[in-house]
């Protein structure tokens, strides 16, 4: 059941590189990877934990770029 689970999140990600041409989605798709192999509950504690404080920064990153440039575009 556990490597069925692993290999569905890994083909999410794999999907999500292939058909999003968002630069945003691909960080996103790419944060599904450490989540894939889930073997301990600590090691899977640990990862939301990380995901969560870097989102937390990137939330704070683009609302001080849209405050300056009044825009979140990337182009």
């Not at 990877?33 to 990137?58: D, G, H, Q």
């Amino acid at each position: 059941m556990l490597l069925v689970f692993s290999a569905y999140l890994f083909s999410i990600v794999i999907y999500g590189f292939i058909t999003s041409p968002n630069m945003a989605k691909d960080l996103m798709c790419f944060k599904l990877i450490p989540n894939s192999p889930i073997k301990r509950k600590y090691y899977l504690n640990f990862v939301i934990a990380i995901a969560a404080t870097e989102i937390a920064i990137r939330l704070t990153i683009v609302s001080s770029i849209y405050r300056n440039i009044k825009s979140t575009n990337i182009k």
